[in-house]
């Protein structure tokens, strides 16, 4: 009995995308296989990015989201951990469109390229400028904009790490242990989500999300020195709500009392998307239902995402373009076209 709950724990029978990305080239996804030994400890250093691509039925069109600044943040949490940068951040940006095109998705995608210490280096050694590698998946995600629903969401008894212990703006995967403990505590407590306070007692994010309360006309976010995450879906909620909305967007420290009386809180980030919160430590935000500007703003994110503003076109990266592939033999035709590109690795 317990035997075969682990094996249904273990054992996906989710289908998977036909290839992945590893170490420079494209991959048959059955085919990506390391050597146990080379599992586990070098985790403790990788770091990491979430991206989006939007699919546009009309156009025909899969747009990756703010590829460049993804891009960008891989970079710096790729500093932090004082990586060598013998593959470069053009290099992983050309490998996530490679892979989508070859697995010619024609829906909404979630992408997530993972740096790693090359040659097995186990994370609890300290090095310096040593080689890395790239791994690159991609998955299926429909977007949840379009979701009426708004979450529950408690102050996490966990605190958020503070930069002088595991910097928090680097997007790494060592960092998720105090970002599984949130939801886990609140789930204990019956709620959706949790949101931790920092080392100071003022509102950090979620666990993989930043927080946004609407209070009297104005956006109120706390900035990156809380401790969050340098979240871009954030940034581009602020252009949003400038922008769009003609809304002010204070970043200050934030207590939980004011997360209490605000009018809307919402919850962002790359794979959450947009969040109204609706109750918080069991107080009813605003009247309990998601807020108008809360819904403003996903339809905005949503029709900006898919193409729709074209104010926000440098916003997107288009993977077919010219090279739309046909809807039978799409994934053949993808595949030939990136194939040269593939196989070269980019060495410093
Ligand atoms: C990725 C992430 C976020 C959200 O950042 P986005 O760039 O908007 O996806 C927030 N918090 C943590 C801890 C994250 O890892």
């Not at 992945?20 to 059955?30: F, I, M, R, Y």
């Not at 979701?147 to 212990?165: F, P, Q």
């Amino acid at each position: 009995m317990a035997q075969a709950k682990t094996q249904q724990l273990t054992r996906s029978t989710q289908p998977h995308p036909e290839f992945l990305w590893h170490s420079g080239k494209l991959v048959p996804w059955e085919q990506a296989t390391v050597h146990v030994t080379s599992v586990v400890w070098t985790a403790v250093s990788a770091v990491f990015e979430g991206i989006r691509a939007y699919w546009n039925a009309s156009q025909q069109e899969l747009s990756v989201f703010q590829l460049d600044a993804h891009m960008k943040r891989l970079a710096q949490s790729m500093k932090l951990m004082r990586m060598a940068d013998n593959i470069t951040t053009a290099h992983v940006r050309q490998a996530v469109l490679d892979l989508l095109r070859a697995n010619a998705f024609r829906e909404d995608v979630y992408v997530q390229p993972l740096v790693y210490f090359a040659e097995g280096i186990p994370g609890y050694i300290g090095v310096l400028d040593r080689p890395v590698d790239v791994l690159i998946t991609a998955r299926p995600s429909p977007s949840t904009l379009e979701d009426e629903g708004g979450v529950t969401a408690g102050i996490s008894s966990w605190a958020r790490i503070a930069d002088n212990v595991m910097p928090p703006r680097a997007k790494a995967l060592a960092n998720y242990q105090n970002s599984r403990l949130v939801p886990t505590d609140a789930r204990v407590n019956g709620y959706d989500q949790g949101i931790m306070l920092n080392q100071a007692g003022k509102v950090t994010e979620a666990a993989s999300s930043c927080v946004v309360l609407i209070r009297d006309g104005a956006a109120i976010t706390p900035p990156w020195s809380a401790g969050i995450l340098e979240s871009i879906t954030r940034e581009a909620l602020f252009t949003l709500l400038r922008n769009e909305l003609r809304m002010p967007v204070q970043e200050r420290d934030v207590d939980r009392t004011e997360l209490y009386i605000a009018d809307e809180v919402l919850l962002c980030g790359t794979l959450m998307e947009v969040k109204p919160v609706v109750f918080v430590d069991k107080y009813t935000v605003g009247d309990g239902q998601p807020g108008p500007v809360t819904r403003k703003l996903q339809s905005l994110l949503l029709r900006a995402a898919r193409g729709e503003m074209p104010a926000y076109a440098p916003w997107l990266t288009a993977v077919y373009g010219a090279r739309r592939p046909a809807v039978n033999g799409a994934r053949r035709a993808a595949v030939n076209g990136t194939r040269k590109l593939a196989t070269v690795r980019a060495r410093a």
